[in-house]
């Protein structure tokens, strides 16, 4: 089972807690120069020579001196605040945010940013019952910003009658061109497993039990580009369930090496009612099996997230795709590695193509919580169980909600209709993953 899919799992039993935000919200903030009383107003040679915070509490001032390293000797009259809005925004830190640049008596400026910290630890606990999968329950404790420097951590277990889980992960991001970060990670995982095809027919009933680690580097190539390498072991124990004979010399439990690359670009825009990105990612796999083959896969995405001129509408666009060559059924990928969420949801494939495009509109922004609607048309494209190819369309709609005051991704709840083959799903997505 996917880390996202399990994820996805826990935003059922958390609906109604407060574990969500990405939006934040920006006091009025001044103009890029407001001068102290009995302070002279600057003139354009005046330079931002420091910068002072108020109200960091968990938040190191070095971590957020090093993220606005680049305002500081720059002429107070080319401060861009709307740059400065979205870089501070982008941390995903705070539900407040004010900043203002004051001459000081030597006719330098100091630029002053005021903020109120998101809550970024919690603990979990969850419980769920649906007729589809049954009991589960379990805890899950994240924080967001470990050591007050935006390093992350994870401890999560999980329990059900079918699958036994538990998760642990840390990330430090890398901040500087000259300093990178790394991810470590580990699993086990006991639990059943169906794949099905395109048409909802299970195709394949199986039992694994395993777990493994990872660990990537991570290096800032640019202010907007990153790089990755890493290496990952897993260890798999399979079983069939009985009348799935003729699959035994494809599913072996092996142990899995394997090495990774990606590359990502981000370019933040954030407006009164989204923290919207335009975003591309590149990234590959080769695994070696201690059965003796090999299996090689590459994903490729573009992200586009525009704000309209009516603030509170965004238009979305997002393509993927994702093409696996000797991968074994158990490591096949679901439709989320694509973006899409028409197909069943038991439904893997090797080689997938998806998109959707549609729009976000603002309908109430409160102080603990933004909610918006969204409309968007889908598209699946891939390959079947038995090698012949799918082409399905269909649209999904649904409403989100971040709240301001936890610095976790958002909720939302949705409907996803396949025109295609004319079924409808409702889903509720928790926005985390790793």
């Not at 107003?41 to 931002?48: D, G, K, M, V, W």
């Not at 020579?49 to 108020?54: P, S, V």
């Not at 993927?320 to 096949?332: D, I, T, V």
């Amino acid at each position: 089972m996917k880390i996202r899919q399990f994820f996805s799992v826990i935003a059922v039993i958390c609906l109604f807690l407060p574990v969500a935000a990405q939006e934040t919200e920006i006091l009025p903030i001044e103009g890029a120069v407001s001068a102290q009383k009995g302070a002279s107003a600057p003139n354009a040679e005046s330079l931002i020579t420091r910068i002072a915070f108020t109200g960091l509490k968990r938040t190191r001032e070095s971590y957020m001196q090093a993220v606005l390293k680049k305002y500081r000797g720059i002429p107070a009259q080319k401060l861009d605040m709307g740059e400065l809005e979205t870089t501070l925004r982008e941390q995903e830190l705070f539900s407040e945010i004010s900043a203002v640049c004051e001459p000081s008596e030597n006719g330098e400026c100091v630029l002053h940013i005021t903020v109120k910290e998101k809550i970024s630890f919690l603990p979990i606990p969850f419980a769920m019952y649906s007729s589809g999968t049954g009991f589960m329950g379990g805890l899950a404790v994240i924080d967001t910003n470990a050591f007050g420097v935006k390093d992350t951590y994870l401890l999560a277990g999980a329990f059900s009658s079918s699958m036994q889980t538990a998760i642990t992960m840390f990330s430090k991001p890398s901040l500087s061109l000259d300093k990178p970060g790394f991810t470590a990670s580990g699993m086990f995982m006991h639990r059943g497993n169906e794949l099905h095809d395109g048409s909802d027919s299970c195709v394949l009933d199986y039992r694994t039990i395993g777990g493994g680690a990872s660990v990537s580097l991570t290096d800032k190539l640019t202010e907007h580009t990153n790089a990755s390498l890493g290496v990952r072991y897993a260890y798999t124990n399979i079983s069939l369930d009985e009348g799935y004979a003729a699959y035994s010399d494809e599913f072996k439990t092996h142990h899995a090496f394997s090495a990774t690359a990606g590359w990502n670009a981000r370019f933040p825009q954030s407006n009164e009612w989204f923290l919207s990105a335009k975003s591309m990612m590149l990234a590959g796999d080769f695994t070696f099996f201690s059965t003796g083959g090999q299996a090689q896969s590459v994903s490729a995405q573009i992200t586009i997230q525009q704000p309209l001129p009516i603030t509170r509408l965004r238009f979305i666009f997002h393509g993927a795709g994702h093409l696996s060559h000797n991968a074994p059924f158990s490591m096949w990928d679901s439709q989320s590695a694509v973006g899409t969420t028409i197909m069943p949801n038991d439904f893997a494939s090797q080689r997938m193509l998806g998109l959707h495009t549609g729009f976000e509109f603002g309908i109430v922004k409160a102080k603990i919580a933004t909610f918006s609607i969204y409309a968007l048309y889908e598209q699946f494209f891939g390959e079947d169980f038995d090698g012949e190819g799918i082409l399905n369309f269909g649209y999904s709609a649904g409403v989100k909600m971040y709240l301001s005051k936890i610095a976790f991704p958002a909720l939302s709840l949705g409907i996803s209709h396949n025109l295609s083959a004319r079924t409808l799903k409702f889903s509720a997505v928790l926005g985390i993953e790793f």
